[in-house]
């Protein structure tokens, strides 16, 4: 017979309304038999003591619902963002300060390469943190004149190459790509702004990067999992699962004893072309579904509408950007985003939806209507993600339409200043990422990292959620702050509903995965302020334990 183990905490938090609190949490293989009081659970047939857990707290794993497997990769390049940020080896990287900074580490990196061919690749820079002129190619030449440079700015959506770089990949005054910045001469600036310009130097990047993924970097992707208490991660945006050998690299890596599971998206559109039609696309991820398994699953979508409103390509409605800046760039037409939608959704396709201003939430809700009006269906919970500029009546219309939002709380610590003086202004930016309205008009919500966009860390999600501040001190939106159970329960369950999985995780009850996380201390007995910096010893998943590699006391996010 199985054993029972018990393992007795000092704490555990459930996230069951019906039983929020116990001493302990029973587990056979890979599922939790019951959570109770130590005495009881020992009452079970082969019940074990394993008392591994006795002074710390225990809570479901973590369920991220929108991160990039790709964030595993970017620790092979250079590091320039502004914060510190910790590795999945557990290193600390400090961040660049200033655009020498940048420039100083870039050139050490550089004077480290030998090959004179090979690019020097980079990532995490945000020019909206430095005043004065943005990072130009001309800046970049002062690191090599010969030798391409390539950064890949934080959120993603925009990179900046040195002139070796743009000579290289055939970019100049010719050029009419829309996203390929140029100064007043007509000559190209060295920022890519969206998919389709960065596409131009995709070559300096084959092989790296966000969006490329290999064995190493899904185990990377997972030990950050384990170092943040996150047991159930999300790819949003694979591109390979339209060729088997794609699909080959998860079913080999993410095996039994891989430390998390691993919800994998296809990315739809939005991001460049894609390698078969909407419709063929949509019929290999409904074949897909069949190789799942408990810890890898296949078959959801995800797809592209807009950019980033600190890189000013999200699309707007009135009144727009705070400085009266041109209104972003759509990542497909809405002609296009509605077929893709409809052929998804047709197919009983899961659809998350990249949505970063209030004019993509309209187009996401349009277009959601009319296709349920068209396709009526059940249960759909499809998710505008990011959902950063969402109003009160978009959130009254998703409640409506049965939607979720997954919300971008990190932003208010990242960029909230920017967001306040530069991007969208004081009044629009308080309404930012406005989770209390969203549950106050009964929308299902999560919260995200994004990653590598900012950190992996839930707990430190649930500070943002809650204390709405930003780096200066200021509050962002002092009426959307919610309470920290409330952000817990986005951060576990919210997570897991939008994922389909809220009957297998999200919660410690009888019958789901044994998945926790295990903490130095009680989320909900630490002033909001320190809850991000709570030590995690590591997490539970299936019952197998792991452990984290950052050391007590070592900070991520720091300036």
């Not at 019951?34 to 008392?51: C, W």
């Not at 992996?456 to 500070?463: D, N």
Request: net charge negative.
């Amino acid at each position: 017979m199985e054993p029972t183990i018990v393992y007795p905490a000092r704490l555990v938090r459930t996230m069951d309304p019906a039983n929020p609190t116990a001493e302990a949490v029973a587990v056979r293989g890979d599922r939790i038999r019951a959570v109770g009081s130590t005495r009881e659970l020992l009452g079970y047939p082969g019940a074990v003591l394993d008392e591994r857990y006795a002074e710390a707290v225990l809570v479901p794993g973590f369920v991220e619902a929108h991160s990039h497997a790709g964030s595993g990769n970017v620790w092979a390049n250079t590091y320039v963002g502004l914060v510190d940020r910790i590795a999945p080896d557990g290193r600390r990287w400090p961040g660049c300060r200033s655009i020498e900074d940048v420039l100083a580490r870039l050139s050490e990196a550089e004077a480290e390469l030998g090959d004179p061919e090979t690019p020097l690749l980079a990532w995490g820079l945000d020019p909206i943190y430095f005043t004065g002129e943005r990072l130009s190619a001309s800046d970049l030449d002062r690191v090599s004149a010969t030798r391409p440079v390539h950064i890949t700015h934080t959120s993603g959506h925009v990179c900046t190459v040195n002139s070796a770089a743009l000579q290289a990949c055939g970019i100049d005054a010719r050029t009419t790509v829309s996203g390929v910045a140029k100064d007043a001469y007509g000559v190209p600036t060295g920022e890519l702004q969206e998919f389709v310009a960065m596409a131009l130097v995709a070559p300096l990047t084959e092989g790296t990067g966000l969006m490329n993924i290999n064995a190493a970097a899904l185990q990377a992707f997972a030990q950050d999992g384990v170092n943040t208490g996150t047991t159930t991660l999300t790819d949003l945006g694979s591109r390979i699962l339209m060729e088997d050998a794609g699909v080959e690299l998860y079913r080999s890596t993410v095996d039994d004893g891989f430390p998390a599971r691993l919800n994998v998206f296809h990315f739809g559109v939005g991001v460049g072309k894609v390698s078969l039609s909407l419709a063929e696309a949509a019929k290999r991820l409904v074949r897909l579904r069949a190789l799942s398994t408990e810890k890898l699953r296949f078959g959801n979508v995800k797809l592209m509408l807009d950019g980033s409103i600190q890189g000013f390509t999200a699309r707007l409605l009135e009144p727009g950007y705070y400085g009266d800046q041109p209104n972003g760039i759509w990542a497909v037409s809405p002609e296009e985003f509605h077929e893709a939608f409809e052929t998804f959704h047709k197919a009983g396709v899961l659809v998350h939806v990249h949505c970063n201003g209030d004019q993509t939430t309209q187009l996401f809700l349009e277009t959601l209507e009319a296709i349920l009006t068209a396709h009526p269906r059940p249960d759909h919970r499809h998710t505008c993600t990011h959902s950063q500029m969402s109003t009160a009546a978009q959130y009254r219309r998703m409640a409506a339409l049965g939607a979720c939002a997954n919300i971008f709380a990190n932003h208010i610590w990242a960029w909230g200043d920017q967001h306040m003086d530069i991007t969208v202004g004081p009044d629009r930016a308080a309404r930012m990422n406005a989770t209390a309205t969203a549950l106050r008009h009964g929308v299902p919500i999560s919260f995200h990292s994004d990653t590598p966009v900012t950190p992996l860390g839930p707990l430190h999600t649930v500070k943002h959620a809650v204390t709405r501040l930003t780096v200066s001190g200021r509050v962002m939106g002092e009426h959307e702050r919610i309470s920290a159970q409330q952000a817990l329960e986005a951060v576990t369950l919210g997570g897991a509903y939008m994922l389909k999985m809220d009957h297998e995780v999200g919660s410690l009850e009888a019958g789901k995965f044994a998945d926790m996380a295990v903490l130095a201390l009680d989320p909900l007995e630490v002033p909001a302020e320190e809850i991000g910096n709570i030590h995690v010893l590591g997490t539970v998943v299936g019952g197998r334990h792991h452990a984290s590699n950052v050391q007590a006391g070592v900070k991520a996010g720091a300036r």
